[in-house]
């Protein structure tokens, strides 16, 4: 993988930036001149693209939108400029800033107006043998140029994707790229249950690094096992969400044998000597989570809140059926999305163990393995963890590249 600013005639990397950018410039001319298949040629199949407000729409809705605008609006400019671009292989994350501009209808009836707009956006590109094709876009800001408002993109290592009507789609968990030089670290944030699908391609993001530092309170070096039974309540706890939620479970589906998996966080001796010393209990700190969980209560939709209340009973007693675990998934993925506020509330003047004592840890593991000479790590914790751990990162000099995001949990109800 490498990260690129300017071109380089040898570089892998640059040509891979030159043909994409080629491909920007031959869309921005056909939309020029309005013409809709030349326009949406570089975009696969499977196309979608995610507004700064967490709205997706997918390539077919993407071709009815913009025909609309061909119909309504003349007078339309358009340029894309790579402004970063990080290559893997066949694939390309690329950051881009746009500007738009179209003549379309004014205020008055028969009035026409002049409006611009300029973007930032970071798109995946891929290479294939009809060359490189677009399958994903996200606008990270939005400028209205008529009334200099900037919108950006969904704050949080978490966020819910919705459908053009506001329906909820997934929860996605974003991986964050920090760089420092020639060394690279990813903050990759876990949710603890997940699709099955969100743990295969974790697997696969996982051979491309170095290393990879993961959590998990145990003895040192310890790696969990695919059928490791349970043997605490945190754990069963967490087990009992996943079949509810007819989810997969981490410590099942990641692979922890990995050669390149380097345990870095506390032992469980470590954890409970730093909970005596800052005074600190298990109980204690669920209470301060419940609270600050109930304080973001109004975050979930008014309508899943009460067919939740009607449906719970059933569920604790018979078990959730696949309406269910959609709603389900639905009321927690909209807690989950408020993680940083949640953990947060741990946090006092000194912090917590719980949160800043093991993100300490992981960042300590991580100076070591850049001292021994790795390159690209990936630190792989929970999603409350984050914003902590990019702080961190920062205070020691790296800086943000790159954000991505994998699709976690699917919120749609079930089909038939």
Known sequence: MALAAAPSWADPVAEARRAIQTEYDRANQAYVKKDLDKSLAAHAPEFHFTAVTGERIYRPELRTKRKAVFQRCSQLSASSKITGIQLNGNRAIVQVAEKWGWMGPGFWPGSKKLYKSEDTAQDTWVKTAQGWKMTSSSNLTQTDSDSQKTRNRQPGYLRIIRDSQSNPVSLDAEIASFRKGNQTVDLVAALHVGEHSYYQQL???FKTYDSVLYELIAP????????QQSDNALTDGQMMLTNMLGLKFQLHEIDYKARNFVHADLTPQQLYA????RGES??????????ESLANSSD?????ALALNVALP???LKGAKPGDRALLR???ASSFQKIEKVTAALSGPNGSTLINVRNQRAVQVMQRELARGRKRLAIFYGAGHMVDLEARLRKLGFQPQFVR????????EPKG
């Open 300 to 304: 979930i939709d008014p309508a899943d």
């Open 274 to 277: 730093s909970m005596d010393k």
């Open 314 to 316: 059933r569920i604790m």
């Open 203 to 205: 697997n696969q993001e």
């Open 220 to 227: 040192e070096d310890m790696r969990p096992e695919a059928d």
């Open 282 to 291: 298990a109980k204690q700190m669920i209470f301060q989570m419940l609270q």
């Open 330 to 332: 639905r009321v927690f």
């Open 405 to 412: 995001y994998l699709k976690a949990w699917d919120l749609r």
